[in-house]
Nanobody, 123 residues
């Protein structure tokens, strides 16, 4: 079992930056691939990006590629989402999730979820 808690969300102007954190407890996240998803009001939860267990490889949705960066510190049991050049369309609740599956990009492939943190980007 892994418990995940996101933090770092807030209100930011377009063009600004935020860094989200996802702190894990219960078990070490070193055994898990980690993903970030987001859900805008009235829309489905969608994939933002993921990072492999070692942190050696990442993958991003086209909508955030080049602007968002995922990293992890297994010693701190924490995963990060650095978001730069934010746009109003990035407004959503952001969730981190853990999986034992490889190359997971769908919500059903993830086993553990945080409660989410709100990111609002004003124009």
């Amino acid at each position: 079992q892994v418990q995940l808690v996101e933090s770092g969300g807030g209100l930011v102007q377009a063009g600004g930056s935020l860094r989200l954190s996802c702190a894990a407890s219960g078990n070490s996240i070193s055994s898990y691939g980690m993903g970030w998803f987001r859900q805008a009001p009235g829309k489905e939860r969608v994939f933002v990006g993921r990072i492999t267990r070692s942190g050696g490889s990442t993958d991003y949705a086209d909508s955030v590629k080049g602007r968002f960066t995922i990293s992890r510190d297994n010693a701190k049991n924490t995963v990060y989402l650095q978001m730069n050049s934010l746009k109003p369309e990035d407004t959503a609740v952001y969730y981190c999730a853990a999986t034992r599956r490889l190359r997971a990009t769908s919500t059903y492939e993830y086993d553990y979820w945080g409660q989410g943190t709100q990111v609002t980007v004003s124009s």
